[in-house]
């Protein structure tokens, strides 16, 4: 009986899922702006402080790109799908446009100002209230520059004013606020610290409707627990330590401890934002179930790490060099990265991240259930 009613249940939702997309028009999002830590980082990072090297980005860009992965990331695909360029990072001052979006988003970003800096344990000083004040200025400075620009080549690379509020806002944030959590809080204080965190990543997406902003798609955390570098110095975890899919059981369940506070956040904010679209996507089930059914998708071992040189206790970063056995090592990337879900332990390959877009964006993860390209329909 239970199975049946969980079967209606299943029913009924994908059914109101594909009723709720019915006859809505698509959204023709002109602008893109994102918000985020590396999962989603374009080049902040890499203009703020020292560039990511080779071989990043050298699969589809041909060269590093700014980016955590050795190709396209989600937000690429994102950006593909609702039909606007690559975002160029904000914080970058070289070959940007701003035409159709910006992206706020750097490598080691946490929704919570943090006391550590990037350079003891990569954690970015642009957390999630930096990264809006950023916005903010950017959205009246560029207004400023519109007015004054006399014509399209003056004012070709800026966004149009009037576009901000038609614009999709994307958030990945949160994974950084849970690795430092890991490292400087008991299990008890991190869990007593999400409300905070949850109400911080709220306060951002208000700001953003104040501001104009209509439609959120918002990201909820993936599996922290599956990233191979958990496995990097824990070679033999005791039993109980990993779940069923290999992965550390504690860190995945503050990870949906984490999510079913954003999914709770993003309904009562619905509630309050009364012109808000928000939609809440769940990345985590989209990653842990590739994880877990890596090699039926054409995957080798999830766990594997594709650039990096990690045998017994040695490791040598992706890119980086050291000394194994007395001779040097390149920490160079595999020979066939399209095969790897893990790119350098931490952050997925394109590859992985291909495969989880093709499976956020259509809606299928989402509440409500529907696809990215009609994300500003309030449903
Ligand atoms: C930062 O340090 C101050 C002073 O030690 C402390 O009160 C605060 O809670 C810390 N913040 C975080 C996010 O750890
Ligand atoms: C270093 O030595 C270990 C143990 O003999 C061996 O398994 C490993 O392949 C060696 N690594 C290199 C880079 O030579
Ligand atoms: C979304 O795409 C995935 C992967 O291709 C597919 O399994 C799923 O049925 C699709 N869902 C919808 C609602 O189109």
Known sequence: MAVLWLLLATLSFAALGKAAADGLPPCDFPALYNFGDSNSDTGGISAAFSPISTPYGTRFFGKPAGRDADGRLIVDFIAEQVKVPYLSAYLNSLGTNYRHGANFATGGSTIRRQNETIFEYGISPFSLDMQIVQFDQFKDRTADMFAQGKDSGERGRLPVPGEFAKALYTFDIGQN????????LSSDQLKAA?????????????NIYDRGGRSFWIHNTGPIGCLPTNFFYNHNPPPGYLDDHGCVKTQNEMAIELNRQIKEMVIKLRGQLKDAAITY???????????GNAKAEGFADPFKVCCGYHENYDHIWCGGKGMVNGTEVYG??????????SWDGVHYTEGANHWVANRILNGSLSDPPIPITLACHRV
């Open 177 to 184: 606020d849970l690795s430092v959590g890991f490292r400087k």
């Open 194 to 206: 999400l409300p905070d965190i949850v109400s911080q990543l709220a306060s951002a997406v208000q």
């Open 281 to 291: 996507v769940d990345v985590f089930t989209a990653k842990f179930g590739l994880i």
């Open 332 to 341: 160079g990337s595999c020979e066939s990265p399209a095969t790897y879900i």
